[in-house]
């Protein structure tokens, strides 16, 4: 008798949880009439990497509402968020979540190398194409996926670029290179090895770290040792980019601490590092994708969108300026012609020098934006603020 | 006629035991083949699949450190080698998927073994952090050794297992959501069944009396270092097992999936299941993964909750939350059977 | 090679300062393992909210860093006191490993709750004294790295005088060495072991304020300690004081001179094989206390 009454107690409990959990996971809402495009975003808003996603989610998310206002082709647009977190195994959950509830006609993102190589698989497999604009690994678009563009010079491109230019117009000879152990930061360093020993330069080291190292007075003290150093290239994020130029500083190996070297960087650091660095960023020279001192009309136009809704005294970074254009980007193809996800990558094929807030855009046949305009070279000076230095 | 359960068992002894058990192993058989025509999309599948996967993980911890009493804070570790070395064997060197398989769980019990006879001598605290620090270890050859493993970079790409094909029958693809669950939820009913046997067999009685006194189960003639490493061998192919399937599943291996958090993720389905409780693992197991994908929109908050009944359960509820339901039963005057086993409830 | 000469000091004195740190970090796990037997796992999380105490202080008080070391260990006692009253006090004389799960527990709570409420973004902690650089022959010190030095050297001493020459130290310690004879001396355990976790926690908070301003400032900042500290224990020996100090920067030395022949990633492998070696060959660890296993 118990056994009857313990087996329908268990089976129905069973059932309410099927039922509920049915109720819970079940399908969306009912469909909308109106022409819509739906952008999935893959954007890092947690972990190390969240200052990414954060920003660039607030430069998509203006780039909607400007669009929205009038609409594009009688389409609207609608942003669908997934944190991927900067690393591969959130990135590929938050993409099939994304690609499986959403079905978007296209992704932008992921805010990191290692997340977009994870995701590169899922949207291959579910046709649907994805805008990167902030990863620089070349790993993106050598090996050539169909289904996968990149606004952001790559890691090569950048590094050579730099490359050329410190040793022509610093005269730098000597490098030690520092990076983060992922494959952003490995690519990155290695193309500017291979870049710079081809020109004739010579690198006195290249060290490594994990995201987990916190102190780098030993790494500091160690580059001490090495002798005259010109030029310090670095690859990591802001945390540990901070921790860098205050090590170096202190151990009076760069020109912030007394010594000799400039400290050299890729697009990689938001706006706000110098603040944070302090005195130690000082002669800090990098690559930037956006500078808002620039008087062509794309970039004047977002600058003045994002101080009406953000206030008169912000200024957005390349960051929210990769989000807008991206979606700008989509929006070019719609008024094209597109209207879904293989359209969408049709017309993203055909793309001719679209002008974007960070640069022109023209595609090449590995889907890599070939134009080098993104590039701007700053440097930090002595009040933190930054000097264009007009290289490219 | 002896009592062969051992671990409290809400199913009575005896012959009506025996024909309620076969009913239990037709209704589990049953549920999961229904699971996923219950639940049709791709997304939800693959947390099923995830369930299974973290089922594998927490019952072999259980039979470690329920069971044998072995405090073992790296459990991941294992299902980090099981994983690289099917994963590594697969796209480097071209082996087949079931070969490699079977390479990956003889490589983490082994360094089950490895890590058990080493640590023979160590109890409680030494143990855990023995274990702990070999996890740390493991860790760090997974990240540094890269021209293995390629470390952070990452392994992109990994395949699924070849199809299968019996003759009569369609082939078998497991690129297919619900062929994959299938072929983890099998694999995770039939280790269930062959840990349920061993800890009804004069093993588990074994591994019981070096739990609670290990000096008196020595002058039996029990050696606690014998039992304890077979426990440790076990436990930890189970682990690689697991971590041979997440691999193939998620397609992107990466050191990070192993990290030490990873392993008190599985100790606390083991402790909120409720230890010394073969299904009170899965229990914690199934809860612990289905609970935070519910509750996904409140985002963070999700892991200040696994903390809090982390806590709540080691504080008020020793015997997890299998032995609040073994508690309940009791009271409502369901027969409950043996406690050989479980020091708990 | 005399190049190399200022480089070496250079480093023993990063090593010093790293390993100085980490024994203020391992101090109190190792005082409440010798007078309890338990760990607590949420100790790494009292340094990283020891930090984000003196971090907040000094903003408060525009950069008063004295305030935000006596915030450090005011927050960091009574952390101390809570997770003994609400873990250890009621679960004493249960299954050895509850407290330690529901201190993972506690941890893993403190740590996302500190996530939920501060961010992931790290906070960068400047102490008036970190760019302070005072160069000598070669080598650098900033007054930031001295501070550290200076106070773990007080605060150790403080520890030693405690423990050597006051009644309530030497009812610790007496305590350490046999809780049942310690109970029939009359020494109230109940009290006594509350003053452990106070000290040993406020060390934490201490160690906090001190790794504020070196470490990437995260909710997840002292996990990146914890496992070494556990590492520091085992290897200067269980609730060892003399051991901890040792072991503390003799880690702290191996990091540095990883990182300067090395590579800094391979750190921790060194040190973790050298706690397995230990733990095979010489349990006790490096100073062995004599302890009686009540078998």
């Known amino acids: 008798m118990g056994q009857t009454r313990r087996a329908l107690a268990i089976a129905s409990i069973a059932a309410a949880g099927f039922v509920g959990l049915q109720l819970l996971t079940g399908s969306a809402a009912a469909q909308n009439s109106t022409k819509v495009i739906k952008i999935g975003a893959l954007l890092a808003t947690s972990g190390a990497g969240s200052y990414q996603g954060a920003q660039q989610k607030e430069g998509a998310e203006l780039a909607i509402e400007l669009l929205n206002k009038t609409g594009v082709n009688g389409y609207k647009f609608q942003l669908h968020h997934e944190d991927s977190a900067c690393g591969p195994l959130p990135a590929t959950q938050a993409g099939k979540r994304l690609i499986e509830t959403v079905k978007p006609d296209v992704i932008i993102g992921e805010s990191c190398s290692d997340g977009t190589l994870a995701v590169m698989p899922l949207v291959q497999q579910a046709q649907i194409p994805l805008i990167n604009a902030s990863a620089s690994s070349l790993k993106i678009t050598e090996p050539g996926n169909p289904w996968t563009f990149r606004i952001l010079p790559h890691a090569q491109m950048q590094s050579e670029n730099f490359s050329n230019h410190v040793y022509e117009k610093l005269g730098a000879r000597t490098a030690v290179l520092l990076f983060e152990n992922t494959n952003a930061g490995i690519d990155t360093i290695d193309s500017f090895e291979k870049a710079f020993v081809a020109k004739g330069g010579k690198i006195l080291a290249k060290i490594g770290f994990g995201r987990d190292v916190n102190d780098f007075t030993a790494i500091a003290t160690r580059l001490a040792g090495l002798g005259p150093i010109d030029i310090i290239p670095t690859a990591s994020l802001e945390g540990q980019g901070v921790k860098i130029a205050q090590a170096l500083a202190q151990a009076g190996v760069t020109k912030a601490g007394g010594g000799k070297a400039i400290q050299l960087s890729n697009i990689w650091l938001p706006a706000g590092f110098d603040e944070k660095a302090g005195k130690a960023a000082t002669g800090f020279i990098r690559i930037v994708q956006f500078d808002h001192l620039e008087q062509r009309k794309p970039v004047q136009d977002f600058l003045a969108s994002y101080r009406a809704k953000f206030g008169a005294d912000k200024t957005p970074s390349h960051l929210q300026a990769q989000g807008y254009d991206q979606v700008m980007l989509v929006a070019d193809t719609v008024r094209r012609g597109a209207t879904d996800a293989k359209s969408i990558r049709d017309k993203l094929l055909e793309t001719k020098n679209l002008e974007g807030a960070t640069g022109h855009v023209v595609f090449d046949g590995k889907h890599q934006n070939s134009s080098v305009d993104t590039m701007h070279y700053v440097e930090t000076t002595a009040d933190l603020n930054w000097k264009s230095l007009n290289w490219n | 006629m002896s009592d062969t359960t051992s671990g409290t068992s809400v199913l009575p002894s005896g012959r009506s035991g025996d024909y309620v058990r076969w009913l239990s192993l037709l209704a589990c058989v049953a549920v999961i083949i229904v699971l996923p025509f219950v639940f049709r999309d791709a997304y939800w599948r693959g947390i099923l699949t995830i369930c299974a996967i973290n089922i594998l993980l927490a019952i072999g911890l259980d039979f470690i450190f329920g069971y044998a009493g ?53 109890k409680g605290h030494y143990l855990a952090i023995a274990s702990l620090g070999f996890a740390v270890i493991t860790y760090q050859i997974l990240v540094n050794w890269i021209s293995v493993t390629q470390g952070p970079l990452g392994i992109y790409g990994i395949p699924s297992p070849p199809s299968l094909s019996i003759p009569g029958l369609p082939e078998i693809s497991f690129a297919n959501q619900q062929m994959y669950f299938y072929l983890v939820a099998s694999f995770a009913l039939l280790t269930y069944i062959v840990l349920r046997n061993l800890i009804s067999s004069p093993i588990g009685d074994a591994l019981i009396a070096v739990r609670e006194d290990e000096v008196s189960a020595a002058s039996l003639g029990i050696y606690g270092t014998k039992w304890k490493v077979v426990a440790f061998g076990v436990g930890c192919s189970i ?25 008190f993720m599985i100790l606390a389905m083991v402790v909120i299941g409720g230890r010394g409780n073969l299904w009170g693992a899965v229990l914690g197991a199934v809860l612990l993964t289905v609970v935070p994908e519910l509750l996904r929109g409140i985002g963070d908050f999700r892991l200040i909750i696994y903390g809090l009944a982390l806590t709540f359960v080691a504080l008020f509820l020793p015997g997890g939350l299998s032995g609040v339901i073994i508690q309940a039963m009791r009271r409502m005057g369901l027969a409950v059977s043996g406690v050989k086993g479980d020091a708990h409830v | 090679m005399l190049d190399l000469l200022p480089i070496l000091a250079q480093q023993i004195i990063n090593g010093l300062v790293l390993g100085s740190i980490y024994v203020l970090a391992t101090l109190g796990l190792t005082l409440i393992f010798g007078v309890l037997g338990q760990i607590n796992f949420a100790h790494a999380d009292f340094v990283t909210l020891g930090a984000f105490a003196a971090f907040f202080a000094a903003r408060l008080t525009g950069g008063n860093y004295i305030f935000a070391i006596l915030a450090a260990l005011l927050v960091g006692a009574l952390l101390g006191l809570a997770i003994n ?49 005072i160069r000598v022959a070669g080598m650098f010190f900033t007054v930031q790295n001295m501070l550290v030095m200076i106070v773990a050297v007080l605060s150790i001493g403080a520890l030693y005088m405690f423990l050597k020459l006051t009644f309530l130290g030497k009812a610790l310690r007496a305590l350490s060495q046999d809780r049942e004879a310690a109970g029939l001396m009359g020494i109230n355990q109940k009290q006594l072991i509350a003053l452990t976790f106070v000290i040993g926690s ?11 301003p070196v470490l990437v400032l995260t909710p997840f900042a002292g996990a990146s300690v914890i496992v070494k500290a556990f590492a520091i224990v085992i290897i200067g020996g269980f609730g060892n004081v003399e051991g901890t100090i040792l072991a503390g920067l003799m880690i702290g030395l191996i990091e540095s001179f990883t990182t300067q022949f090395l590579t800094p990633g391979l750190s921790d492998i060194v040190v973790f094989g050298i706690l397995l070696l230990m733990l095979a060959f010489r349990p006790t660890g490096l100073i062995a206390e004599r302890r009686e296993e009540n078998v």
């Open chain 2, 70 to 122: 072995q405090l073992s804070l790296g459990h991941s570790a294992f299902s980090g080698i099981g994983a690289y070395v099917s994963t590594v064997l697969v796209t480097s060197f071209g082996f087949n998927f079931w070969v490699a398989f079977v390479c990956g769980v003889l490589g983490a019990g082994l360094a089950g073994v490895l890590l058990s006879a080493f640590a023979v001598r160590l």
């Open chain 3, 85 to 133: 009253g609400a873990v250890f006090s009621p679960l004493r004389g249960q299954d050895e490993t509850r407290p330690l799960v529901a201190t993972i527990g506690v941890s893993v709570l403190l740590e996302n709750t500190a996530l939920a409420v501060l961010g992931p973004v790290p906070y960068v902690f400047d102490s008036p004294y970190s760019n302070q650089v």
């Open chain 2, 239 to 263: 682990a690689g097992m697991a971590g041979c399937f997440y691999a193939s599943f998620i397609g992107t291996l990466v050191p990070d999936a192993f990290f030490i958090t990873e392993s």
């Open chain 3, 202 to 212: 406020a060390f934490a908070g201490l160690a906090g304020a001190m790794l504020g």
